[in-house]
């Protein structure tokens, strides 16, 4: 079993652990928005699901570059953010579970739960629009089929450099996605996770700047 499927198995244990967390935070905020479970197609359930997705992402890229270079430096980076991603996603997939909503809307664009853009989801960087039609919509900051594939197929520091090109774009997606959640979901307890995922990648994405140009490297546009 790979890294990538304990990985999904930790998420949804986690989801299971978070659920009873979640009821008992909603329910002591006193928000009486809060107290009202949010429909399928609320921003606090649309949220949850295509930033569970999002994250998933995440965590498989940084498992990939953990096997494919040595340096200790990158490898901390992407142990930390696998664990922090797989750790919200599992707290999502509970607040999903929680409120007895699906996990996966079939007939629902990504993102259509954002006042602003609510049609269609967005690649990962420029230069990708055939590959982002066979992958179908992707998410802002979301790498291509191709994208994972070429990571897999490096080592050393051109895996690094891929890796930390893919990941800060991958978290400016994010944390512009949470910034919406932050404005438009309804559950303080949503809002504030949000919010904590704006603020800590924002501040992954000033380290890994530094780490390409330390590698002589440039962000991907």
Request: proline share 3%.
């Amino acid at each position: 079993m790979t890294r990538t499927h304990w990985a999904a198995i930790t998420a949804v244990v986690l989801a299971l652990l978070f659920a009873g967390a979640a009821t008992v935070a909603t329910a002591g905020s006193g928000d009486p928005a809060a107290a009202r479970t949010p429909t399928a197609d609320s921003a606090n359930a649309g949220f949850a699901r295509d930033m569970s997705v999002h994250h998933q992402q995440a965590v498989e890229m940084s498992f990939i570059v953990r096997d494919r270079t040595r340096n200790e430096q990158v490898r901390r980076l992407a142990y930390d953010i696998a664990n922090t991603q797989a750790n919200q996603r599992g707290m999502m997939l509970g607040w999903l579970d929680l409120w007895g909503l699906p996990k996966v809307a079939a007939d629902e664009a990504p993102m259509a739960w954002m006042k602003e853009n609510g049609t269609s989801g967005h690649g990962g960087h420029g230069g990708h629009g055939t590959q982002q039609a066979e992958d179908g919509p992707l998410m802002p900051g979301m790498a291509t089929k191709a994208d994972l594939e070429r990571l897999g197929g490096l080592n050393g520091k051109q895996a690094e450099v891929f890796y930390l090109q893919l990941m800060i774009n991958h978290h400016n997606g994010g944390a512009a996605m949470a910034e919406e959640c932050a404005k438009l979901c309804t559950v303080d307890t949503e809002r504030r996770l949000a919010q904590d995922m704006v603020d800590a990648q924002r501040s992954e994405v000033e380290l890994m700047v530094d780490m390409l140009r330390q590698r002589g490297a440039e962000v991907l546009t």
